[in-house]
């Protein structure tokens, strides 16, 4: 088992940055797939970004509505991956949450991943 849990959430200014930490206990995270997603209110999840490695090499995707803004990273010596956001928008208004499984591969859909963080909000103000 893996426990996800999220941090780093706040209100901030239209234009500001914010840096989330997902850290993960239970098992060694190094091998997983993870990935960040978001909700508004009173809509679905959405698929915000995802980082994998295999061959020693990692590799990211990104939504279109983040790419260019937000950066998601991992520091596997302390199972910890990040998503870095900067000129941040009132849209990007969310619960951000992140999420793991125990493939190479990298993932985008929701219904892929294993474990679950319990959520961070993110509110950005006009």
């Known amino acids: 088992q893996v426990q996800l849990v999220e941090s780093g959430g706040g209100l901030v200014q239209a234009g500001g940055s914010l840096r989330l930490s997902c850290a993960a206990s239970g098992r060694t995270f190094s091998g997983y797939a993870k990935g960040w997603f978001r909700q508004a209110l009173g809509k679905g999840r959405e698929f915000v970004a995802t980082?994998?490695?295999?061959?020693?090499?990692?590799?990211?995707i990104y939504a279109d509505s983040v790419k260019g803004r937000f950066t998601i990273a991992g520091d596997n010596t302390k199972n910890t991956v990040y998503l870095r956001m900067n000129n941040l928008k009132p849209e990007d208004t969310a619960v951000y949450y992140c999420?793991?499984?125990?493939?190479?591969?990298?993932?985008?859909?929701?219904?892929?991943?294993?474990?679950w963080g319990q959520g961070t909000q993110v509110t950005v103000s006009s």
């Open positions: 980082i994998s490695w295999s061959g020693g090499r990692s590799r990211t």
């Open positions: 999420a793991a499984k125990d493939s190479y591969g990298a993932i985008v859909l929701e219904d892929e991943y294993d474990y």
